[in-house]
């Protein structure tokens, strides 16, 4: 994979804008934010309101793991010194583990299509 001259960061050759000259092994984003090519001229350039949905597209996708990580902790920490809530919090989290990776498993269909539809 070639790098940019500009960043330096290897990119597919699909992220490089065409010309000779000045933009001769550029990516994309560097070609805009330097002026050597618009925003027209690279579809392979992730807008600001594409990158934040697809940022949000990912975080609905791990927020369920990141909860269920951090109930474990606190759970694991101090949640099992309380008398009543802990077998509380212990069903629910157990119930969670159970839940969590079901839910991922049958989502993934509805996460890859929205993906490939925030793709550009």
Request: glycine share 6%; charged share 15%.
């Given at each position: 994979?070639?790098?940019?001259?500009?960043?330096?960061?290897?990119y597919?050759?699909?992220?490089?804008?065409?010309?000779?000259g000045?933009?001769?092994?550029?990516?994309a984003?560097?070609?805009?934010?330097?002026?050597?090519?618009?925003?027209?001229e690279?579809p392979?350039?992730?807008?600001?309101?594409?990158?934040?949905?697809?940022?949000?597209?990912?975080?609905?996708?791990?927020?369920?793991?990141?909860?269920?990580?951090?109930?474990?902790?606190l759970?694991?920490?101090?949640?099992r010194?309380?008398?009543?809530?802990s077998?509380?919090?212990?069903?629910i989290l157990?119930?969670?583990?159970?839940?969590?990776?079901?839910?991922?498993?049958?989502?993934?269909?509805?996460?890859?299509?929205?993906?490939?539809r925030?793709?550009?």
């Amino acid at each position: 994979m070639p790098a940019c001259r500009m960043c330096k960061q290897f990119y597919p050759e699909s992220q490089f804008i065409s010309g000779n000259g000045p933009r001769y092994q550029v990516c994309a984003r560097c070609g805009v934010e330097s002026g050597l090519a618009s925003k027209e001229e690279t579809p392979q350039l992730y807008s600001d309101e594409l990158v934040n949905a697809r940022f949000i597209l990912y975080t609905k996708r791990v927020l369920p793991w990141f909860v269920l990580l951090v109930g474990w902790i606190l759970y694991i920490s101090i949640g099992r010194g309380i008398e009543l809530w802990s077998s509380i919090l212990f069903v629910i989290l157990l119930l969670s583990s159970l839940i969590v990776p079901v839910l991922h498993i049958l989502r993934s269909t509805k996460f890859s299509a929205e993906l490939s539809r925030l793709t550009p």
